[in-house]
């Protein structure tokens, strides 16, 4: 999650991780570059708190998110869902949000789950080359 869960011009550092209905990971994300915006942790960070909600296998992953932010405009729970939809090539990955921080500018939002996704798509065929050839 470390290599594809971060958007574009951002590092992911994984503080820990359950990964289990009920359990939660708590992520650490670093902008790569000064931003002429401050994040929502600290100048140059934003660290989430993710509780899964409901993991169905190979199906549904459902996820409550908390940014750890004294700033009352990234203050709530925002709730994910991921929807898995397998596919003759590969699997679909739809997801949705709820709850969004109003200080979170829907753009901003999009871009950054599109880049996630797209991260998402490159590290997993880059995983199916590998079981492909072997490795």
Wanted: charge should be negative; include cysteine.
């Amino acid at each position: 999650m470390e290599t594809w869960l971060p958007p574009q011009g951002m590092t992911g550092r994984m503080v820990n991780f359950a990964f289990r209905e009920g359990g939660a990971y708590r992520m650490r994300l670093t902008y790569n570059e000064p931003q002429h915006v401050a994040g929502k942790t600290s100048a140059d960070a934003d660290e989430v708190e993710v509780r899964f909600v409901k993991l169905v296998e190979g199906e549904r992953i459902e996820q409550a998110v908390t940014f750890n932010s004294e700033d009352s405009a990234f203050s709530g729970e925002m709730r994910i869902t991921w929807i898995l939809e397998p596919l003759t090539d590969g699997t679909l990955v739809t997801v949705s949000c709820e709850n969004v921080p109003p200080g979170i500018r829907q753009e901003d939002h999009k871009a950054g789950l599109m880049s996630t996704l797209n991260n998402l798509a490159s590290f997993a065929e880059g995983t199916r080359k590998c079981e492909q050839s072997g490795r």
